[in-house]
Every structure is written in C-alpha cells, then in structure tokens.
C-alpha cells in the first residue's frame, strides 16, 4: 500500500492561528487580518531558518541550512543592463541574512539539449569590481543586490532566453495552498511564535473560565 500524506499550507496554518485566536470573542471584536497573520508566519519561519543555521554552527561546527527549507526557482534570464552589459532576473524575494552560500545555496542554468550546466561563480556584490581587474574563470559569475539576480559571462557571451534555476531557503511561499516548506517539527514553534505575538500585539484577552467546575466559591463553605 501506498504511503499517502496530507500536506499542510501556509493558508491552512493561518487559518488555525485565526480559530486559535478567534475562540470566546465575538467575530465583530477580532480585528486581525488573515494577511496580517501571513506576514506573522512567514518573518517567523524566515527566522527560524537563520537562528537553526547558526544553532547547527555551535553545535556541530558547521554553517548549514535545513533541506526542507530549500527551494528551487525556476527563472528566465530576459534583462540586460544597457550600461554595464549585466544581465538579471527579479528573484520572487531577498535572499535570507545568511553568509553567501547559504543565502544562495546555489544557482545553474538548464537546457533540453545539454542538461545541467555548471554551477554559477557566486562572488559578493561588493567584490564585483575588484573581480573584473582578475583573470576571469570560464563560466558565469553571479551576485545579489535585494532582490535582483546580476550575471555576466565568460566573454560576455549573451544570457538571453536561458533558463536559470536559483536554490535558496526561503520563509514565504508564492503559493498559499501549495504544501508549506517547513519540517513538522518546527510547525509547533512557528504557531506558538505567531500566536504570542499577535495576543501581546492586540493585547487580546483569554477566556480562562474553567466552564467544568460550578458556580461559587466552593472555599467559601462553613
């Protein structure tokens, strides 16, 4: 028999959060948007991500990112600076604060014909102009700046059309029902987080009647 699991979504995760919160309030006093509450969750996991990187750091000695966490954009190189003769693509967010490496965590192109290329040099934005007076390596060296994938090739040979995979951890999702990118173990931490800061936020009282026991004040009784 097949092993089937139900996937979870980042819609589904917002949607507990918001009945975790709503519960004993009327719905005319719960002013929280379910944006709001996907910015809560996404800043969460994105933290997540860099504190258990630099946890594995002190613990194991090495830097590293979680699998889970990772995914792979799929992207077409179809801009060029007309300046400079760079080309980039818009990635769908800022890489994480995390060393080059682990921020990118790699970046190729793919072709039908010849498959996967080598990976792309990823060098510091700040080491650009100091890496164009060097010997250039063959290849294609690549860099960031916010959201903006830069590129430039051996020779500046044309980038136009090709298509660019980049491999980097991220917190949000462009799709809000497509499976959450996170491991279960952290999916407790991420809602508790959320919770907490919403309820100190909105200063959100908590209905603690315990609505088992009777009225009174049984302690009372001679």
């Known amino acids: 028999m097949d092993a089937v699991t139900i996937p979870y979504s980042i819609k589904m995760m917002a949607q507990l959060v918001r ?16 944006n709001e509450i996907y910015l809560h969750i ?25 699998e889970a966490f990772l995914v792979t954009y799929n992207l077409t190189v179809n801009q060029q600076d007309s300046g400079t003769g760079y080309w980039y693509v818009t990635l769908p967010q800022p890489p994480l604060s995390l060393p080059l490496g682990y921020s990118i965590n790699d970046a190729y192109f793919v072709d039908p014909k010849f498959g996967k290329s080598q990976s792309i040099w990823l060098i510091k934005a700040k080491r650009v102009a100091y890496r164009n007076d060097l010997p250039e390596p063959p290849g294609v060296r690549g860099w960031v700046e916010g959201n903006t994938f830069w590129m430039t090739a051996y020779n500046n040979i044309p980038l136009l059309n090709a298509n660019l995979r980049v491999q980097m951890p991220t917190g949000r999702s462009t799709d809000l029902d497509a499976p959450f990118n996170m491991p279960d173990d952290i999916v407790m931490q991420i809602f508790q987080e959320v919770v907490t800061k919403l309820s100190e936020r909105f200063k959100m009282p908590r209905d603690n009647v315990k609505d088992n026991e009777p009225a009174g004040n049984n302690a009372l009784k001679p």
């Open 19 to 34: 009945r975790f919160l709503n519960n004993d309030f009327p719905n005319d006093a719960f002013s929280i948007s379910i």
């Open 42 to 66: 996404w800043q969460s996991v994105s933290d997540k991500i860099v504190k258990l990187a630099y946890v594995n750091a002190q613990v194991e000695g090495v830097l590293a990112v979680a």
